[in-house]
């Protein structure tokens, strides 16, 4: 079973920025495609950030330019870093995978995500 433990979340001011982690344990299957999505209350789970097997990262718009994707494979780490920080930004935030199979043709659906964290809080102030 894998396992997926997301850190780094806090509460920041508007224009701050975090970067967040999401660990990987347990069996190690193939990992073809690993996304970050965010939950604001009373909002639906959003597709945030996707990396997939080539290492091609995907953006949703509202954060283009402003947050990173990446991954440290030797550490089982994927990474979110986000920058310029808005109140908008203010969330739950869940790391999740797709194991044995390629990213879907939109890597922000969480339909298909077979693994997700527990999620990290991120709350930005104005």
């Known amino acids: 079973q894998l396992q997926l433990v997301e850190s780094g979340g806090d509460s920041v001011q508007a224009g701050g920025s975090l970067r967040l982690s999401c660990v990987v344990s347990?069996?190690?299957?193939?990992?073809?495609?690993k996304g970050w999505f965010r939950q604001a209350p009373g909002k639906e789970r959003e597709g945030v950030a996707a990396?997939?097997?080539?290492?091609?990262?995907t953006y949703a718009e509202s954060v283009k330019g402003r947050f990173t994707i990446s991954e440290d494979r030797a550490k089982n780490t994927l990474y979110l870093e986000m920058n310029s920080l808005q109140v908008e930004d203010s969330a739950m935030y869940y790391c999740?995978?797709?194991?044995?199979?390629?990213?879907?043709?939109?890597?922000?659906?969480?339909?298909?995500?077979?693994?997700w964290g527990q999620g990290t809080q991120v709350t930005v102030s104005s």
């Open positions: 990396l997939d097997s080539d290492d091609g990262a």
């Open positions: 999740a995978r797709i194991v044995g199979r390629y990213c879907p043709e939109d890597p922000l659906d969480r339909e298909g995500y077979q693994f």
């Open positions: 347990g069996y190690t299957y193939s990992s073809y495609c």
